[in-house]
Nanobody
Framework: QVQLVESGGDLVQPGGSLRLSCAASGFTLVNYAIGWFRQAPGKEREGVSCISSSDGTTHYADSVKGRFTISRDNAKNTVYLQMNSLKPEDTGVYYC????????????????WGRGTQVTVPS
């Protein structure tokens, strides 16, 4: 069964850190570009960060640049999102998604999505 499973979400105080994991099963991530997205209550889903399949090139939304780091461990079939200096506006459900391809870092459409993990940063 093909699936992505996110983990690592939690309630953390402002300024704290979390590391989210996105583990794939049923397929190998090596040929897939990965995106992290988030959705806050009452808001549309937004892209947070992406990493390419080919050379690990990364992209970040301006709102998280300098605070979040995306990385991949193909041997563990897992992608990570290290989140530092967390702010209340980082609160939301975080999703990872995978798309087969090597031409781009971020894509408009993804093949597989996880069910999400909740991150809460109280104000």
């Amino acid at each position: 069964q093909v699936q992505l499973v996110e983990s690592g979400g939690d309630l953390v105080q402002p300024g704290g850190s979390l590391r989210l994991s996105c583990a794939a099963s049923g397929f190998t991530l090596v040929n897939y570009a990965i995106g992290w997205f988030r959705q806050a209550p009452g808001k549309e889903r937004e892209g947070v960060s992406c990493i390419s399949s080919s050379d690990g090139t990364t992209h970040y939304a301006d709102s998280v640049k300098g605070r979040f780091t995306i990385s991949r461990d193909n041997a563990k079939n897992t992608v990570y999102l290290q989140m530092n200096s967390l702010k209340p506006e980082d609160t939301g459900v975080y999703y990872c998604a995978a798309v087969y391809g090597s031409g781009y870092v971020c894509y408009n459409e993804y093949d597989y999505w996880g069910r999400g993990t909740q991150v809460t940063v109280p104000s």
